[in-house]
């Protein structure tokens, strides 16, 4: 699903945050991406979501090279994409059904449609008793599953997650983490960012250990490779 040929990106003050990276991930694959703080994890993420485009190489989502991408056509490129982001980015004043209702106003979808999936959804997340709460009620693990709703509730084939856990304490990330690993037994590709090692050998998925824009190590469950 996900080909980086040769990645270089060169940000305007002239850090490089990636640096000639190969890369491939299949349909359905469920991939973790580690590494201290100011590895690439997040670069790389972008790219994919054509937030950035590279400095030099190519990044292929499907059969698209994100590069090629017309403007008015990156909008319908991000339809196929969900995205969480470590920060929860909701509306504070409307529910939990209104915030995750959104994005499919956004796409148009019939009124019907929107209340169907919304509530399979809030469902899927544990938080069908929660439709009608605000944010500013829910705790930290609860905001976040609010955010993995939104992302998911168009049945995106890929899922982006950037540290997803970083604002939540071991046991409520490992509750996202759940619910990211469920995602992928679905048939979602899911890529997914932490500098959480616990979390990383909890998975055992195949793991992309990035340092100072390079890739240094792959694992692949438990094998470093």
């Known amino acids: 699903m996900i080909r980086f040929h040769n990645v270089h990106m060169t940000y305007a003050d002239e850090f490089k945050a990636l640096k000639d990276v190969n890369l491939k991930i299949a349909q359905g694959e469920f991939v973790m991406v580690t590494g201290p703080s100011g590895a690439g994890k997040s670069t790389l993420i972008k790219l994919i979501f054509r937030e950035f485009l590279p400095t030099q190489g190519q990044v292929i989502v499907g059969e698209q090279n994100v590069a090629k991408l017309k403007p008015r056509q990156v909008p319908y490129f991000r339809r196929k994409i969900g995205v969480v982001f ?44 929660k439709r009608q709460q605000k944010p500013w009620h829910l705790s930290g693990g609860e905001r976040q599953r609010v955010v993995l709703a939104r992302a998911i509730v168009h049945d995106p084939p890929l899922l982006l997650a950037d540290e997803p856990t970083g604002n939540l304490d071991f046991s409520t990330g490992w509750e996202v983490m759940r619910l990211l690993r469920q995602m992928s037994e679905a048939g979602t590709t899911v890529i997914c960012t932490t500098h959480n090692l616990n979390f990383i050998q909890k998975m055992r998925k195949r793991t992309i250990f990035l340092d100072k824009g390079m890739i240094r190590a792959e694992r692949d469950g438990l094998k470093v490779c």
Do not use: W
């Not at 470590?86 to 499919?104: G, I, K, P, R, S």
């Open 86 to 129: 470590q920060e929860f980015n909701l509306l504070y004043d409307l529910t939990v059904f209104e915030n995750v209702a959104l994005v499919l106003h956004v796409m148009h979808y019939p009124s019907r449609m929107i209340t169907k999936d919304v509530n399979r959804v809030l469902d899927k997340v544990g938080l069908s008793h």
